[in-house]
């Protein structure tokens, strides 16, 4: 069985996704200008500046842009802003929900269930609208399942190559935190780390889940980009402050 691009049941399910994206991107939104404002306050160091243009930048690219790859993305921002609770994490950027909502124990854990609960939600969803790219391309699919064509254009090629970009640029800004001698630049180096880490992690999920012709360069980016973090956490511990 063979469905075409205007099937109804394909349609809905893309205009869906705009939604999912829209309501990611005010989310996205809403946390970038909370981590901007507390930096602008003096309550965060110059890597919260950082963060919250890392944030607005996802948020840009969720509003303008129908593609389920970027769903990953919001995944792993989710999941990797947990490191902002664990002791000595503080160091890669700030935690905004915390602050606006306290800094107790309880608090912490609140929002850490809501970033897991938020991470596998976006995962999921990634999951289901990936279909939407078409299974033409797709490798490992049951053959009684029907094919279902390209509903939403394909830029997973590209995604994958931005994706390696930022996985080694984001190594290359976590070994330049250790040696920074002023504060506010080490933690810029460890916000930024960070943040590539994330889109180099995000966008290589993405696009390596996806039918892609790129999936070396995607793969070469998650690893890159994690290896980055792993980084960046080492970093912290040897950098200024």
Do not use: H, K
Not at 9 to 38: E, K, S, V
Not at 57 to 80: E, F, I, S, Y
Request: hydrophobic residues 60%; positive net charge.
């Amino acid at each position: 069985m063979t469905l075409t691009a205007d099937a109804p049941n394909l349609q809905l399910a893309a205009t869906r996704l705009r939604r999912i994206q829209w309501t990611w991107a005010a989310l996205f939104l809403a946390i970038a200008g909370l981590t901007i404002a507390q930096a602008l306050r003096g309550e965060a160091p110059l890597g919260a500046i950082v963060l919250g243009i890392a944030w607005l930048v996802g948020a840009a690219l969720l509003a303008a842009v129908a593609q389920p790859a970027l769903l990953a993305l919001v995944a792993v921002a989710w999941a990797l802003s947990l490191v902002f609770l664990v002791p000595g994490g503080a160091a890669l950027g700030s935690d905004p929900l915390r602050g606006l909502l306290g800094g107790s124990t309880m608090e912490g854990w609140a929002t850490a269930v809501a970033r897991v609960i938020l991470a596998i939600t976006a995962w999921n969803q990634f999951l289901f609208y990936r279909m939407l790219y078409g299974t033409s391309g797709a490798s490992g699919l049951d053959g009684t399942l029907p094919v279902i064509p390209e509903v939403v254009p394909n830029r997973t090629d590209a995604l994958a190559s931005w994706a390696r970009v930022c996985g080694l640029i984001a190594l290359l800004a976590a070994w330049a935190a250790v040696p920074l001698g002023e504060m506010d630049l080490a933690s810029a180096a460890l916000a930024l780390a960070w943040a590539l880490a994330v889109f180099g992690i995000g966008l290589g999920l993405g696009a390596a889940f996806s039918p892609t012709n790129r999936r070396g360069a995607a793969l070469t980016g998650v690893g890159a980009g994690a290896l980055a973090f792993l980084s960046a956490l080492l970093a912290a511990r040897v950098a200024p402050g």
